[in-house]
């Protein structure tokens, strides 16, 4: 838990320091960012689509391209990602998050182990940053705020923290919560009662609603939605 509030709170001091970085020496070019930042070449891309009988348009064909490009990160992520659960070093991090003291005398070292936990992280992370970047074709330290952190720490626990599928599930309800379900019901409200100001707007109330989803997952059901067997096992014993 400390360790979580810790990298949150470093994550936000990295933010503000890159953002301010722009003078009296300009290394990070504060919060106009880096821009224009170029995208790939697609001309394969859009050869391969004309062979399967699609034709794109220039507005259509770096949607498509990003949106496989993400599908194709995202499998092989989770192929990394049970790979490592099922390695040693994911058993020696299973072990450390279980009892530190017990791990040490089974011989694991703690600290290059937790960097390697880290180091892991911090590569999808980076990773996926530069589609990020590129799909957007502008980034700026105020791209990665700390509730864009708290937003994604709010999908692991609401998915099931240890748990893959929990973590594909928690990210996909939480975006369909904030891109579709919020904003129907937000035109809802405008229709049918357009005297309503726009201050109680349930779009802009995202952030509550996420507050209250995770409350009310920590009472009723902590281990999330689908939960790591062994955390499953935990609760139940509990």
Partial sequence: DYLAIVTLGLGEVVRILANNLDHPINFTNGPQGITPVQRPP???????????????????????????LVL???????????????????????????????????????L????????????????????????????????????????????????GMGSIPGAILGAAALTILNLDV???????????????????D???YERLVLGIILVLMMIYRPEGLIPEKRHRAEMEEA
């Fill in 42 to 68: 697609i001309d394969w891309f859009r050869q391969l689509m004309a062979t399967l009988g699609v034709h794109l348009d220039r507005t259509t064909d770096y949607q498509l391209f990003f949106y496989f």
């Fill in 72 to 110: 194709l990160m995202i499998g092989l992520v989770v192929l990394v990602n049970v790979n490592l659960a099922n390695s040693r070093f994911g058993r020696a991090w299973v072990a450390i998050r279980e009892d530190e003291v017990a791990a040490r005398s089974m011989g694991i070292p703690l």
């Fill in 112 to 159: 290059p182990t937790k960097l390697l936990a880290f180091m892991t992280g911090a590569a999808f992370s980076g990773v996926m940053g530069v589609i990020f970047a590129a799909q957007r074709t502008f980034v700026s330290p105020e791209s990665f705020t700390l509730l864009a952190s708290i937003t994604i720490l709010g999908m692991v626990i609401l998915g």
């Fill in 182 to 200: 919020l904003k129907t019901f937000s035109e809802f409200v405008r229709t049918s009662l357009p005297q309503i100001p726009n201050q109680v």
């Fill in 202 to 204: 349930p779009a802009k």
